[in-house]
């Protein structure tokens, strides 16, 4: 089935602790990206990469990094996880272009402790 | 710089009323607005958007969304409510960010329909 995979669906990890979320698409979508939700705030986008190869911080980029090493895959790293990045983790695809919607994973619950 | 207001956190409905869940926006330029539901512990899903045209768009699952220009407002609404309807939406504009193609989302409306 088509869509957008993430692993792990949910992790609890030390503070300090290094960590990436996995992200894997099969619909050949150039652009993709990683959004946080938090009660109360909605989504807002971490990073984002229009095209493999290509990377750009979104709203909230500090204290993680991601790679676009091809078009299927947009790891998103944790360099060293602190408490206040507990949250719901999702990553989304999309055909380029601005007016077209995006599709999401099913995401990725982490807390940090 | 670019944003979206969803003024109310919990709408209920009962059955097979109709439903109205509100959204407003501020947007430099053409806007460019999106809906989303979010089911329990699933990602979001794609409802439908507004780009240009008809200010009534009509969507998945019955849904529609009216535009108004003079309101700045994206209101969705669907004629008759179904329990299966009750999740979590969320209202969306494109950002303007040059580069960035990402969306900014309201902080959404937990929708109820009761039997």
């Known amino acids: 089935i088509a869509g957008i995979t993430q692993a792990p669906t949910s992790q609890i990890l030390a503070a300090g602790r290094r960590m990436t979320l996995r992200c894997t698409q099969d619909?050949?979508?150039?652009?993709m990206y990683w959004y946080r939700q938090d009660l109360g705030l909605g989504l807002r986008l971490i990073h984002y990469?229009?095209?493999?190869?290509?990377?750009g911080k979104g709203e909230v980029p500090d204290g993680y990094s991601v790679s676009r090493a091809n078009t299927d895959d947009f790891p998103l790293t944790l360099a060293s996880a602190v408490p206040s990045q507990t949250s719901v983790y999702f990553c989304?695809?999309?055909?380029?272009?601005?007016?077209?919607?995006?599709?999401f994973g099913p995401g990725t619950r982490l807390t940090v402790l | 710089a670019q944003s979206v207001a969803q003024p109310e956190d919990q709408v209920n409905v009962a059955e097979g009323n109709p439903l109205t869940v509100k959204c407003t926006y501020s947007?430099?330029?053409?806007?460019?607005l999106f809906w989303y539901v979010q089911y329990p512990n699933r990602g979001l899903q794609f409802l439908l958007k507004?780009?240009?045209?008809?200010?009534l768009v009509k969507g998945s699952y019955g849904f529609e969304a009216e535009f108004n220009k003079s309101q700045t407002s994206f209101h969705l609404k669907k004629p008759s409510a179904l329990v299966s309807d009750s999740a979590l939406y969320f209202c969306?504009?494109?950002?303007?960010?040059?580069?960035?193609?990402?969306?900014?989302f309201g902080t959404g409306t937990r929708l109820t329909v009761i039997p």
């Open positions: 947007v430099s330029g053409n806007p460019y």
């Open positions: 507004y780009i240009t045209g008809d200010n």
């Open positions: 969306a504009v494109r950002g303007s960010q040059t580069g960035a193609n990402n969306l900014f």
């Open positions: 989304a695809s999309s055909p380029t272009g601005a007016l077209n919607e995006q599709f």
């Open positions: 990469s229009n095209t493999a190869g290509t990377t």
């Open positions: 619909m050949r979508h150039n652009a």
